[in-house]
């Protein structure tokens, strides 16, 4: 199979040295293999999604030397195929109803007979409130859904492990069996209020269809791929081969995120840097 790879940021802010990192490896790797990158726009969430950052994101990657095909895949444009999985979830009675809020969930999560509030890849783990003890009867309703994490494993059969090439939990390559998904990982959400689908539910469904062999993307969402993986078990898809590479940090040794404007890709291209400065300063 030819090598596909894919860089899927959200447009909800400037990129930054973290992102030019991620897009320059997936994109060298891709080159290095004969094989294709592609970029698609996670624009699921609407609410924070501008257009305007689409543009930069397009500009920003074409100044680092970038190309990739087109048309370019939007989420947006996707609802229908993530609700089709959706479906095929709900029927095989692994998903069920919960509107429970943020302050809902901390609040059940910190009940005292609870102990202390775990943490799992989506932030607080979910504390089971609404979870039916049998599968919720008729048809998919339109509301959040979360998936039961004990029947999910159940229906998957064999363990969830993947193939890891880049730096895994302990920095090791191979083969990773997570740990226990119910204590770690708990009931995920996989349709969420206002969007249709949740970044794992759409993510899965793009990868696949798109035919992405490699995954490469930050350390950081390593724990979110154990969910992936189920998620592409339970739905036939196959498995593709991921790379989580090392993160890019500030002096302080704090990781970057969106809001760190001053390491913009944009301000450095209007400082006068070159594309070459970028590849220096991330270590390609
Ligand atoms: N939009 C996601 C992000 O920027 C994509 C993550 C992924 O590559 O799976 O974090
Ligand atoms: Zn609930």
């Known amino acids: 199979m030819n090598f596909a790879t894919r860089f899927a940021p959200s447009p909800t802010g400037p990129l930054h040295l973290g992102h030019a990192y991620s897009a320059l490896l997936a994109h060298d790797m891709a080159t290095a293999a004969g094989g294709t990158f592609h970029l698609r726009i996670d624009d699921l969430d609407q609410s924070r999604s501008r257009t305007c950052w689409e543009t930069q994101i397009y500009d920003d990657l074409a100044w680092l030397g970038i190309n990739w095909p087109q048309p370019v895949w939007r989420q947006s444009d996707r609802l229908p195929t993530y609700r089709a999985a959706l479906e095929r979830l709900w029927q095989r009675g692994l998903l069920y109803p919960c509107t429970c809020t943020r302050a809902d969930i901390r609040a059940a999560a910190s009940a005292p007979q609870e102990g202390a509030p775990l943490h799992g890849p989506d932030g607080l783990i979910y504390p089971g409130t609404c979870r039916p003890d049998t599968p919720p009867p008729g048809p998919m309703p339109d509301t959040p859904l979360r998936l039961d994490m004990r029947r999910a494993l159940a229906a998957a059969g ?47 469904c793009d990868d696949a269809e798109q035919q992405i062999t490699h995954v490469i993307r930050g350390q950081d969402l390593i724990s979110a791929t154990q969910i992936h993986v189920l998620l592409q078990r339970l ?13 890019i940090r500030d002096d302080t040794g704090k ?30």
């Open 235 to 247: 739905l036939d898809l196959p498995t593709p081969v991921y790379h989580h590479h090392r993160l």
């Open 158 to 204: 064999t363990p969830v492990a993947f193939s890891e090439t880049g730096c895994g939990p302990d920095g090791e390559t191979g083969h990773i069996a997570p740990p226990d998904m119910v204590a770690n990982v708990g009931d995920v959400a996989l349709a969420r209020p206002g969007m249709g689908a949740s970044y794992h539910l759409s993510i899965v």
């Open 255 to 284: 990781r970057l995120a969106k809001r760190d404007d001053a390491r913009a890709i944009a301000t450095y291209r209007d400082e006068g840097k070159t594309s070459a400065d970028i590849r220096a300063m991330v270590g390609l």
